[in-house]
């Protein structure tokens, strides 16, 4: 039971309860009657009238009031008092227990429903959560069924022809060959977006020379078939400026610039690709890879860098892309320090994908010493550092 | 007779790839021994000592269901004092860290991922092992 003193148990009903504050009206600030339905109150007044009343016909009566009577009338008034007394103290007090007990009944079953709708509200959020990756799963495993079985397809489609005889086994071999290469790589695109999906892949920057990387795969890409055979011209801008060392993961950045010129190449029929440099204030370098493709529409370029995204004019060009590889290549940017956007005037009027990186001014590499990641060892010899590392 | 070479068990499910290595490891003068159930594969190796263990980790149960059995294969050899110093080579499509430690931690030899690997590089590796086993045995 609270306080007496604690404000809000005080009867505001009863002017009693508010003016006095000692026994026996103490209590009273447990009451919630008001001042007139006060039955102690009621007693007191109706005794102290009724003795007044008797006193003074036996006074008219008998002439004389005897001090017998008066001592009964009075005891018989002080025994009741403390009777009532007492059980009017009991029968507040059990009232308002009552009221509190109802009160903290109110309080909980309140606090019960809040803590019902937060759930309720949770287990919503989660259910909507665990359903938007139930169809991610059922987009992936489409996509990877689609992916899978298009280069199987082929490979089974020359073996067959082979095993017939009816196609030369040299001829068929190259065929073979890509087709499980193509496999390889998108089980490894599928693997690399799921790692980079959830953060859990690692980047491991270090001093890139961006125009290295760039060279090289120029060169590469220069021998392509498809670029031999639209007569694409490939090339590097020189800039005037020198090109600034980046601070990247130089595998994982090699292989996005490698996607965005593989890109350029399959979207462009005739013309083009460009790669030129520009620097970004003094902290970042910008590499823009420039085609005269196919472009890209504004409808497109919506969801351009989202997971299994296949662009209208995609699907013509290059129907064997698994969607995955800007989704990957932005991942990696962001995951360097940088970022990656892509600008067209719209569709056929080519296209320009860009992306920075940070400029090397003497970081600090942050897994210096820490073991370096053995994914890509094919063969790992336990207890044999010199395969390991 | 014991090969020279080495006799090599190989725990897996997929029927082809058994027949690659079979053929191939055969060819070069190696003893080959396979199975894809595990219970099987415990008696073997207890029982036919082999060289070398190449052990495939998701082998389906005979019910068809998929299971990661060649943890518990790998446990149960490196608890029985017959078979816990054959080495066992980790021979899977799993490529994560994770699987990585997990095999070091459990005793194997060597991990080796099946799908960039050409079966002679597999050879030369299980070679290596053998012999690196054999100077240990020496000692």
Redesign the interface.
């Known amino acids: 039971m609270p306080k007496i003193e604690k404000p809000d148990c005080i009867n505001k009903n009863c002017w009693l309860a508010k003016t006095l504050n000692h026994s026996p009206y103490s209590r009273c600030q447990y009451c919630e009657l008001k001042f007139q339905q006060c039955l102690f109150l009621h007693y007191q007044i109706i005794s102290l009238i009724l003795i007044t009343f008797f006193l003074a016909l036996f006074f008219v009566v008998e002439g004389k009031i005897s001090e017998l009577v008066i001592i009964c009338i009075f005891t018989l008034v002080i025994v009741y008092g403390y009777f009532l007394n007492k059980s009017t103290d009991k029968i507040i007090k059990a009232n308002f227990a009552q009221r509190e007990a109802k009160l903290a009944l109110e309080k909980l079953t309140e606090k019960l429903e809040e803590r019902v709708d937060e759930q309720t509200k949770d287990i919503g959020e989660k259910n909507k959560y665990l359903q938007e990756l139930l169809n991610m799963k059922t987009d992936f495993l489409r996509v990877v069924n689609h992916q899978l079985n298009t280069p199987l397809a082929v490979m089974k489609g020359y073996f067959s022809m082979m095993e017939e005889g009816s196609y030369p086994p040299d001829k068929a071999r190259p065929a073979i060959k890509g087709g499980l290469e193509r496999i390889?790589s998108t089980?490894s695109d599928f693997?690399d977006a799921y790692e980079l999906e959830g953060e859990r892949m690692k980047m491991e920057p270090k001093k890139t020379d961006i125009a290295e990387i760039v060279n090289a795969l120029i060169a590469e890409k220069q021998n392509l078939q498809l670029a031999r055979e639209r007569k694409l011209k490939i090339e590097v801008q020189k800039p005037e400026f020198e090109i600034p060392l980046a601070w990247c993961d130089c595998k994982k950045t090699a292989h996005v610039i490698s996607n965005l010129l593989d890109n350029a190449v399959y979207y462009t029929r005739q013309g083009s690709v460009t790669v030129f440099y520009e620097l970004i204030g003094k902290n970042y370098l910008k590499v823009n890879i420039k085609d005269t493709g196919s472009g890209v529409s504004d409808q497109d370029k919506k969801k351009l860098f989202q997971k299994f995204s296949r662009g209208k004019n995609a699907t013509d060009l290059r129907p064997d892309g698994s969607g995955l590889g800007l989704f990957i290549a932005k991942k990696i940017i962001e995951g360097n320090g940088g970022e990656m956007v892509c600008v067209s005037a719209g569709a056929n009027k080519g296209s320009t994908f860009s992306f920075t990186l940070p400029i090397y001014k003497n970081q600090k590499s942050t897994s210096e010493g820490e073991k370096p990641?053995?994914?890509e060892?094919?063969?790992?010899?336990?207890?044999k550092p010199s395969r390991q590392k | 007779m014991k090969s020279k070479k080495g006799r090599i068990l190989l725990v897996e499910d997929e029927s082809q790839l058994v027949d690659i290595y079979h053929d191939f490891l055969e060819m070069n003068g190696y003893d080959f021994l396979s199975t894809n159930n595990i219970q099987e594969a415990l008696q073997l190796t207890e029982f036919e000592q082999p060289d070398l263990v190449l052990l495939d980790i998701i082998i389906p149960k005979p019910e068809n269901t998929i299971a990661e059995q060649g943890w518990e294969y790998l446990a149960a050899v490196k608890k029985n004092s017959q078979t816990k110093d054959i080495p066992i080579v980790v021979f899977t499509n799993l490529?994560?860290?994770r699987d990585?430690v997990k095999?070091?931690k459990m005793g194997?030899?060597?991990?080796?991922?099946k799908?960039?690997?050409t079966p002679r590089?597999?050879m030369e590796?299980i070679a290596?092992?053998i012999k690196k086993d054999r100077e240990r045995k020496k000692k």
């Not at chain 1, 060892?377 to 207890?383: A, N």
């Not at chain 2, 194997?108 to 991922?113: L, N, Q, R, S």
Request: charged share 30%.
């Open positions: 390889s089980v693997w990641a053995t994914r060892e094919k063969i790992v010899i336990f207890g | 490529e994560t860290h990585r095999s070091e194997a030899a060597a991990y080796i991922f799908r960039d690997c590089e597999v590796t290596e092992i």
